[in-house]
């Protein structure tokens, strides 16, 4: 079964900073996603960046960037110059392909709080 | 706005009481998902309907119960609940592809509202 660990609760970081999020993950098909989603302390979840496990090339959108070290079995989330509304919950997670539905749906690790400090 | 609306926002309901949850998704998806989130734990997928297939968790109680009448409106029926189950409640939905062991289908993120947030008392 696949199984996603984020090992920080919690992170702090200055305003202006760079932070990165940890997440392992574990699985044996060759094939998954891996996503990052943020939620703020409404409740919402936004998603952020995805990187597929044949992507060459690691995923960036605007000031996120996934680190993904396959062998290692790592996507860690940066986030560069840090904002005061980047406080919130991180949650890592993993999707199988199709061919059984509940594999499709997402595997979530337990999250990081971050807080971004003046 | 969220392609993806949870009503009611906020629930607070006392053991005996019986009440549903609504999940409408204007994003044209063929898949909706129940989680769970509880203070401190990760989310627990309760429930998918995908491509009209459902799949539950086994860990998850009788007394809730869901209802998928068309691939935009998903419904959790609860009732007779337990304090435990106060939680945040998500729905989310994606767009999934038919096709058997497709390599394809993995890179679409799930849509997520706002959630319910439910207290028993």
């Known amino acids: 079964a696949q199984k996603i660990t984020q090992t920080q609760p919690g992170m702090f970081v200055q305003e202006k900073e760079a932070v990165t999020l940890d997440c392992t993950y574990d699985t044996s098909d060759p094939s998954y996603g891996l996503f990052w989603y943020k939620q703020p302390s409404s409740g919402e979840m936004i998603f952020l960046i995805y990187q597929g ?16 070290q396959k062998a290692r079995k790592s996507a860690n989330l940066v986030i560069s110059a ?24 997402l595997t979530f690790g337990s999250g990081t709080r971050l807080q971004v400090q003046p | 706005e969220t392609g993806v609306t949870q009503t009611p926002r906020h629930l607070v309901m006392g053991m005996t009481n019986k009440k549903s949850l609504k999940c409408e998704q204007h994003l044209g998806h063929n ?28 860990s998850v109680p009788s007394r809730f119960s869901p209802e998928c009448p068309n691939s935009s409106h998903l419904f959790l029926h609860l009732h007779t609940l337990q304090p435990e189950d106060s939680a945040l409640y998500l729905c989310t939905s994606s767009h999934e592809v038919e096709l058997i062991a497709s390599n394809i289908d993995y890179n679409s993120p799930l849509h997520f ?4 947030r439910l207290t028993v008392t």
Not at chain 1, 53 to 68: C, H, I, K, P, W
Request: hydrophobic content about 30%.
């Open chain 1, 53 to 68: 496990s044949y992507d060459q090339q690691n995923a960036t959108e605007g000031r996120y960037s996934l680190n993904f």
């Open chain 1, 82 to 105: 840090s904002q005061l509304g980047d406080s919130a919950m991180y949650f890592c997670a993993m999707r199988l392909p199709s061919g059984d539905t509940g594999r499709r749906a």
């Open chain 2, 31 to 58: 898949a909706m998902y129940w989680y769970k989130q509880s203070a401190k734990k990760p989310l627990e997928l309760m429930f998918v309907y995908s491509l009209e297939e459902r799949v539950e968790n086994n």
């Open chain 2, 113 to 116: 509202g706002n959630g319910t």
